[in-house]
T-cell receptor
Framework: QQQVKQSPQSLIVQKGGISIINCAYE??????FPWYQQFPGKGPALLIA?????SEKKEGRFTISFNKSAKQFSLHIMDSQPGDSATYFC?????????????FGQGTTLQVKP | EAGVAQSPRYKIIEKRQSVAFWCNPI?????LYWYQQILGQGPKLLIQ????????DSQLPKDRFSAERLKGVDSTLKIQPAKLEDSAVYLC???????????????FGPGTRLTVL
């Protein structure tokens, strides 16, 4: 019930293409769904996050799509750039509390080819 | 704004030795987390502090891991004795609660890469 399943494990996209990473969760008590970006040798950094009262959130080239009934959410990176090459983690928590812990997916390694 | 600081960045030890990691969170952040990130996996929460009190340590192997946060600021995580399977990156994160936003953004440090031989 605490798991967050992420796919694919790795992804190769051409520059300018769309990168799509999917996540599924089980615990319906989760109410905060962030995506983190991690570069080698660095800690994860928050990219974008969504709450289940909306079905989509867009920030620049990054969009989260959220399907509450299916308990799935995805990250879309439009016009992918070589600088987007990194590992991406989805996560979930009971974010309505200031003590809610994050449950992370397994990660997706994205490579954007020039 | 300065980020979360961690030291050392790298540590290599023999199994059964002890090791300690240090974390200095972002100023004003009441909540501090220690995560373990095994190669190829997502971070897994080991322990969470709210000020200097423990909120969640359900996944901390308490027979060998210990952590403290004195005065509600800096924190140390210790492993004694280390096992081969403890080889991982240990991430520290901190957060503040955004009232009215209903979420708890966490800011991560660069991590300490531990290799146990």
């Amino acid at each position: 019930q605490q798991q967050v399943k992420q796919s694919p494990q790795s992804l190769i996209v051409q520059k300018g293409g769309i990168s799509i990473i999917n996540c599924a969760y089980e615990n319906t008590a989760f109410d905060y769904f962030p995506w983190y970006q991690q570069f080698p040798g660095k800690g994860p950094a928050l990219l974008i996050a969504i709450r289940p009262d909306v079905s989509e959130k867009k920030e620049g080239r990054f969009t989260i799509s959220f399907n509450k009934s299916a308990k799935q959410f995805s990250l879309h990176i439009m016009d992918s750039q070589p600088g987007d090459s990194a590992t991406y983690f989805c996560a979930a928590s009971k974010g309505s509390s200031n003590t809610g812990k994050l449950i992370f997916g397994q990660g997706t390694t994205l490579q954007v080819k020039p | 704004e300065a980020g979360v600081a961690q030291s050392p960045r790298y540590k290599i030890i023999e199994k059964r030795q002890s090791v300690a990691f240090w974390c200095n969170p972002i100023s004003g952040h009441a909540t501090l987390y220690w995560y373990q990130q095994i190669l190829g996996q997502g971070p897994k929460l080991l322990i969470q502090f709210q000020n200097n009190g423990v909120v969640d340590d359900s996944q901390l192997p308490k027979d060998r891991f210990s952590a403290e946060r004195l005065k509600g600021v800096d924190s140390t995580l210790k492993i004694q004795p280390a096992k081969l399977e403890d080889s991982a990156v240990y991430l520290c994160a901190s957060s503040f609660y955004i009232a009215g936003e209903g979420y708890n953004e966490q800011f991560f440090g660069p991590g300490t890469r531990l290799t146990v031989l």
